[in-house]
């Protein structure tokens, strides 16, 4: 597979909604960074257990954030995209999540980034996680993040799809989870161009 854009490696930053362990969600973050295409650098978040709750009077112009969140912060604003798979708790998204993108607001560090999602809920999930993804997409709306349709997928696992090492074995799903990825090199590159050469 040719480089996202000769020369140039797109940045991505892979972050699961679960805490888990076991989650299938973090297996198909685990797989996306194996089957990443060439020229993409895919790399996972894993501090979303660490960050303190959101408080307005924590995230002051001036004054130092927590390094937690520093470190979060470092992350997106390092990545050129990111990746987001997460599971549905009681209609919404997880709530360590939310706490995550809220931690964005502060720095705008959302602000026009590309986002993408995998949808894993499982064939169990009563709306396929639909409620989830229909409040990630309403979120990320207000921290101004570029939602990169085409390459938003719905993969449904189950947890017997997790294999001893944390990823997911099954090949047509790491099939599936490499062409989400190779559809958000394609529109990374897309946009990387000049708009007056579209
Ligand atoms: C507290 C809790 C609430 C949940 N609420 C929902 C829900 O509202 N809708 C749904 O489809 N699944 C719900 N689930 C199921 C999870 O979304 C599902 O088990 C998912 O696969 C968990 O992802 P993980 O394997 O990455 O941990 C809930 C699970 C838990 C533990």
Not at 29 to 41: L, Y
Not at 162 to 179: C, S
Not at 181 to 193: F, G, I, P, V
Request: a negative charge; charged letters at 20%.
């Amino acid at each position: 597979m040719p480089d996202i854009v000769p020369g140039l490696v797109a940045h991505v930053l892979l972050i699961s909604g679960s805490l888990r362990e076991g989650s299938t969600n973090s297996a198909a973050i685990r797989t996306a960074q194996q089957v990443a295409p060439a020229g993409m650098a895919a790399t996972i978040y894993t501090g979303m257990a660490s960050l303190p709750h959101f408080n307005p009077d924590d995230d002051r112009e001036d004054d130092p954030v927590h390094p937690a969140v520093a470190d979060l912060r470092g992350h997106i604003a390092e990545a050129d995209a990111i990746l987001i798979c997460t599971p549905e708790y009681a209609g919404a998204l997880p709530g360590s999540l939310k706490n995550l993108l809220e931690w964005t607001v502060g720095d705008g560090g959302t602000y026009r980034k590309p986002v993408a999602w995998i949808n894993v809920s499982g064939p169990a999930a009563p709306t396929g996680g639909a409620d989830a993804h229909d409040s990630l997409r309403k979120v990320l709306g207000y921290v101004h993040a570029d939602i990169v349709e085409p390459a938003c997928t719905r993969v449904p696992l189950t947890r017997d799809a997790v294999a001893d090492d944390g990823t997911i074995t099954d090949v047509a799903a790491r099939e599936r989870i490499a062409i989400m990825l190779s559809t958000l090199a394609d529109e990374l590159a897309r946009r990387a161009q000049p708009q007056d050469s579209l």
